[in-house]
């Protein structure tokens, strides 16, 4: 509900001096919804019959106007600033790194180098500690990037790195399937990647016997069906193919073995066993063998807009 502002009238030159300070000018109207961060794209405040502001710590929010209130001397609204994903860790299933179940997930420490974020393995320990809404996971070659898929994250307030740390595990990390999402038409891997040939809610920490997925999807990372439904704790069957991945450790501790670990794999139509499974990629243990290249996983995070610019785009630490 909008709510109702009261306020007397300022001076042009007392109201500039006021928001420097971040005191309140005030008005009389409708507050419209606006971010913390600034006022909605497209509003100025060259149209004194349309539009007044009030500050309150440097921030701008985007007011209607009521009456012969009109607050614009010499203050600027500046534009609300576009959405800000940011990089939290990158998966290249073919740069030599072991990126599998047993890898770097929950560990609180940087992995890789900024210079190299999205050429190699890459964890950003920082952002992994940032609570957000929405997670997308981004394909890409090179950088350019050919698909994404965005979830609204379920519990916000857990952080990523928090999801992988949990050891009881099988969580499911999105509130539903996919809210925005981009395929490049005719991509490789398109009926076999384990992030955009699958569907449904996110999962994490996805342990099953002694095997494991740290990302996989509810529906098509099982070959049989929806995962709660169709990989139980105590089955030992393989067929839960996503990114982090393995094969025969402990992998409810968090685990990972030198035979079985794989960065990624390919989403299967039936059941497979141990060396029988495609991987993506070079990066796996030693019973595996190399796969199909599809290009690099990387996970951004963000508490803004759910669309994610990938359609063309060359992408970087923050998009």
Known sequence: MARR???????????????QTG???????????????????????????????KVHDN?????????????????RCDPKPASVWKLALNVNPSDGNNFGYGGPWATDALVGSADEALSKDFKDNVVMKTKAKYLAIA???????EAVRVWELANPDTTLLQRFQDAAGRNTASTGGPVFEYMKPGMSGSATDPIFATKGKLMTNWWYSNNGARI??????????????????????????????????????????????HDAAQKMTGDCHGGNCKMIGKDHGTSLSDGDYYGNYAVYLTSDDKAFPCEGATLDVTM
């Not at 502002?5 to 928001?19: E, I, N, Q, S």
């Open 59 to 75: 921030f701008f929010r985007q007011c209607k106007k009521t009456g012969n209130n009109c607050l614009a001397g010499g203050l």
């Open 139 to 145: 394909r890409h070659v090179d950088k350019k990037c």
């Open 23 to 53: 005191t309140l000018p005030s008005c009389e109207g409708e507050e419209t919804p606006h971010l913390d961060t600034g006022c909605d794209n497209g509003n100025d405040l060259k149209d004194c019959e349309t539009l007044y502001t």
């Open 5 to 19: 502002l009261a306020c007397a009238l300022l001076g042009a030159t007392a109201l500039t001096m006021k928001t």
């Open 216 to 261: 996989a999807l509810e529906d098509g990372s099982h070959y049989k069906g929806l995962l709660p439904q169709v990989s139980p704790e105590n089955r030992n069957d393989d067929d839960v193919h996503g990114l982090g991945n393995e094969f025969g450790a402990n992998t409810k501790g968090g685990q990972g073995s030198p035979s079985w670990w």
